[in-house]
């Protein structure tokens, strides 16, 4: 089990977990808690000069951690699979605009499309945006996303498979992200996490909790202590392998998003402190 | 990949998927359409003579193939583990009056409680209720649930973590349900419905189809061919190891249950012949 956590410098919020606030007011208010990192959606620099907004990050003391998302490589058409491959290319310089070090890639699936064929469709994606994203000094994640996923937005569904993919790739470019809420109920977790630091592919760290009962398929996410997951366990888990990068808070949730988000804000502080 | 259906010997339906039908309805109109089993949920046979009801499905020519559901072994406390096992000898009490053969177990699960302990109390539990289960001839078949019912429903969630229980509890008198809801997205089904047959553990095989997007994480299946379920590949999984039992249609459907049950009943005909 890890130690319990005494401060808030390997705090990371993804903006879409305040989402209703724009990525200014998210700036202002996670540094003020003492927040040591943020992971940027892609929608929150909308309209923004988007190294301007890397800057007044760092500005405020914190790092950029990641960008989310780029992926959903998997389409049926050649010309879809351009499109996807060619919003890559735009979320790399993205990335590279903004001064984050990793994109986090949700893979994608096309529903009825055989999954081994997404699969594939998937790595030859990954590999055609591989120099590109060398090029210019950004790291991309495989997120293994919840098998609830698997008809539409990832055919990658477990850590065994992330890190086979990673193994495939072969690349220093391509790890793994790691989220509990997708992840937490597999009995292969721990040995599957152990196996990707000894590759050192374990890139990135996601927490929240599974709520009962989750009334939504992806917007009930819970804060660490709501839920079944093991979160302290998990992470115990990560830092066995040497890990020492931040601990992204990542909840999508209509009923937090519905309420006021500065105290939103303060419970996210408080159950990273004590539940995870 | 299975060769195509080309009647409905094999075709069993379970009582909740014409929830909206009392067992009587279902049992004339199943028979009338030439189904050739029905698996009974217990709730259907409340108020019911289980000796009659049995003796009368087999009166309109049909096959009582199995009872659902016991399990929920896993709980807090002695007394409401115990309370657990009684309801399955009760159950398997229920069985042989209906002159079902088998139990389907859905394994449960406790909301924040670690599923390593939910795992050994439902291997527990089992273990408590087999001599009676022999005596009176019913088998058990351990169904593995979706990952995303790990919390509340099931601490078993994949095909690999059945058949290994079955292996650590070692009587013939405990197999496996293979429902393709639960397991159409892991990578490793094709070679645990291999092992499981080769176990001699393949008691059941569920269908229904994966909506996208599916709206409600209980009650949104859908027939087969509307989702991206393979089920014609996995019923060939499935025929390989030896298996030759009924295709058992269970669906739960809010959206199906709100329409006419005679017109949903030519649907899931119409479904099990060309998309099964």
Redesign the interface.
Known sequence: MAQPIVDTSKLCIHTITTKPWPIETAIERFSAHGVGGMTIWRDALTGRDIAATGQRIRDAGMAVVSLCRGGFFPAETDVARQAAIDDNHRAIDEAAALGAPLIVLVCGAV?????PLSRQQIQDGIESILDHAASVGVKLAIEPL???Y???RSAI??L??ANDACAAIDSPWVGVAVDVYHL????DLEAQIQRCGAMGKLFAFHICD?R????D?LNDRGLMGE??I?VRQIRGWVEQTGFNGFNEVEIFSNRYWAGDQEAFLAKIVDAYLNHS
């Open positions: 529903p009825k499309q055989p999954l919840h098998p609830m698997a008809d539409s569904n477990t065994r498979q937490w109920w597999d009995p599974w009962t009962p989750t009334e398929l839920g079944s093991p």
